[in-house]
């Protein structure tokens, strides 16, 4: 079926788009003042430009799409799909994923230049903190953001994970800069996680070995230095590098110390932006020493908030490592965190094989297993994080 056009006719085609991809060119053809059908057509021309393998985008639950192509053109994007050998909404994503790289939202350098912050944090260890922070940068970073995940629990799993070694003693840090003690950039000490799924946009931060004394460090500083405020001591560190990113998820160590002050004063609304762009996320377990373990979490976001008069935004909870068959004490839990409401349930993430498995062989989870049950768990949390 054609129509006819300015410039000549058009054929109206139809397709699919994953939900979020089709949201995205949607909002960002609307801030270019752009019609959706010249976007795509700019999207598919280049796309069968480059002839260049373009990294996979995930295309499970992609729903109906439709647009106006000039004529002619549809079919020559199917031919270029058979070359590839890969499917037609396969194609079409590839083609917009790129479309929405070359073409950034306007905001980026005018309102909103700074990053989306997420604080991944529970002073209970063996939640999935690490797994969660990894799974959602991972998430950000497949569908076209610029991602910082910074490593900062001195424990290091999540530098081992990735297979990244953590910084020795004596070299920059997260630590030496967050003690006014940096002698270099701290972009140096940043490592490209070498994945063609993600395209190297995303970075690591690694761990330092002596992260074990950032709290009693830090408070040494304090009473050195007059005017230095200890929970923005996070925040000074990475000010000069966060510019270069869209999301900066930090991994926090299970601890209610210093350090926990400074991620959660690092994760504040700052002014100007809008309710639910940066905050918490916390991951917890269906079992009652994890909703211990949030309440006294709770307590210090709290009164962080009324010492220091800021606004600290709770994105949500991952109910994580949910087995059912553990009887009353998992399935009642589970009510109870759906029931608070406020904050919300992102996503409950089974207790499956495949994280454990990409830990293993220490590769990324979207990497090892994109279309596992996990993975899209992961895509889950970073789409509700963020509103």
Not at 135 to 144: P, T
Not at 356 to 361: D, K, P, Q, S
Request: aromatic share 6%; proline share 6%.
């Amino acid at each position: 079926m054609a129509s006819p056009y300015p410039q000549g006719e058009r054929e109206k085609v139809a397709s699919k788009l994953p939900p979020a991809l089709r949201q995205t060119l949607k909002i960002r053809a609307a801030e270019l003042s752009l019609d959706i059908q010249d976007a795509v057509t700019t999207a598919i021309v280049t796309w069968r430009e480059h002839a260049e393998g373009a990294a996979s985008v995930e295309t499970t639950g992609a729903e109906s799409f439709s647009t106006w192509l000039p004529a002619g053109l549809y079919d020559e994007f199917k031919a270029t799909c058979g070359d590839r050998d890969i499917s037609y909404i396969q194609g079409l994503a590839q083609a917009v994923h790129r479309w929405l790289q070359d073409h950034p939202s306007p905001r980026h350098g005018t309102t909103e230049t700074e990053p989306e912050r997420k604080i991944v944090g529970n002073q209970k260890g063996g939640v999935g903190k690490t797994a969660v922070s990894a799974g959602i940068a991972q998430a950000y970073a497949e569908e076209g953001k610029r991602v910082l995940l910074v490593d900062y629990d001195p424990q290091g799993h999540l530098s081992e994970q990735l297979a990244i070694p953590q910084i020795q003693p004596g070299h920059d840090s997260l630590v030496s800069h967050m003690c006014g003690e940096g002698e270099g950039d701290l972009a140096d000490a940043i490592v490209v996680i070498d994945d063609p799924r993600f395209e190297k946009r995303l970075h690591l931060l690694p761990a330092c070995f002596d992260g074990f004394l950032l709290d009693p460090r830090i408070a040494v500083v304090a009473t050195q230095k007059r005017g230095f405020q200890k929970e923005a001591a996070l925040e000074l560190a990475l000010r000069p590098v966060e510019g270069n990113y869209d999301v900066v998820i930090i991994d926090c160590p299970p601890s209610l110390g210093i350090a926990m002050d400074a991620a959660l004063y690092y994760g504040r609304r700052r002014r100007g932006e809008k309710p639910g762009r940066s905050g918490v996320i916390i991951p917890v377990l269906a079992e009652d020493s994890s909703a211990t373990a949030y309440e006294m979490l709770a307590q210090q976001i709290e009164d962080l908030r009324d010492d220091l008069s800021l606004d600290v935004d709770y994105l949500g909870l991952v109910v994580n490592l949910y087995d059912s068959r553990r009887g009353y004490v998992a399935t009642s839990s589970l009510a109870d965190w759906k029931a608070l409401g406020d904050p919300p349930v992102l996503v409950v993430i089974n207790d499956l094989k495949e994280q454990r498995e990409a830990v293993r062989v220490r590769k990324p989870l979207l990497s090892y297993a994109p279309h596992s049950e996990q993975a899209k768990a992961m895509r889950l949390i970073a789409k509700g994080a963020s509103r």
